[in-house]
């Protein structure tokens, strides 16, 4: 069998920027990864989407609490015009009682209660005589009158007149 020997490359020489550089080889330590870590892209988008739901959930928060504020003055103000209804139906049942009305009359609008209301009884008074109709006292037909209108005429009572 046959041996192989390796042959080497000659070797060169060293130049002066390598041979400072071999030098500070010799200074250099091999430091373990245990503290240091690499910040993977994955976990800067997971950290990004983190923050949007952080922000996103207090933004719904906030629009919540605005929700519930424009709640509660509505039913502060619901309540306000509850009382203003009922002190205004108490009021309008007050000035609907007949004192009440009497007292406004007089008071305010400077009205007087009027003089208790007098029977009056018509007098029967006859001007002139009343004849009784009958045929013979007809009046003569006027041409151009009608008789029957000329009857009833004279038919009427004088004091109806």
Same mark, same amino acid.
């Given at each position: 069998?046959?041996q192989?020997t390796a042959?080497?490359a000659?070797?060169r020489?060293a130049?002066p920027?390598? %041979?400072a550089?071999? %030098?500070a080889? $010799?200074?250099l330590?091999v430091?373990? $990864?245990t503290?240091v870590?690499r910040?993977?892209?994955?976990?800067? /988008?997971?950290?990004?989407?983190?923050?949007v739901l952080?922000?996103g959930?207090?933004?719904?928060q906030?629009s919540?609490?605005? $929700?519930?504020?424009?709640?509660?003055?509505?039913?502060?103000?619901?309540?306000e015009?509850?009382i203003?209804?009922?002190e205004l139906r108490? $009021?309008?049942s007050?000035?609907?009682?007949p004192?009440?009305?009497?007292r406004? #009359?007089a008071?305010d609008l400077g009205?007087?209660?009027?003089?208790?209301?007098?029977? /009056?009884?018509?007098t029967?008074?006859t001007?002139? #005589?009343v004849a %009784?109709?009958?045929?013979a006292?007809a009046?003569?037909s /006027?041409?151009g /009158?009608?008789?029957?209108?000329a009857?009833?005429?004279? %038919?009427e009572d004088? #004091?109806?007149?």
């Open positions: 069998m046959a192989t042959r080497r000659p070797s020489r130049t920027t390598e %041979a550089a071999g %030098a080889r $010799r200074d330590k430091v373990e $990864r503290s870590r910040v993977t892209p994955t976990a800067i /988008v997971i950290a990004v989407l983190g923050a952080a922000f959930a207090l933004s719904i906030i919540l609490i605005h $929700r519930q504020q424009q709640l509660d003055s509505l039913r502060t103000e619901i309540n015009t509850q203003a209804n009922k108490q $009021r309008e007050t000035l609907q009682s004192a009440e009305i009497l406004i #009359a008071n009205m007087v209660e009027s003089k208790s209301p007098e029977l /009056v009884t018509p029967h008074e001007v002139g #005589a %009784a109709y009958s045929p006292t009046p003569v /006027v041409p /009158v009608d008789p029957s209108s009857a009833s005429v004279d %038919a004088p #004091a109806d007149g």
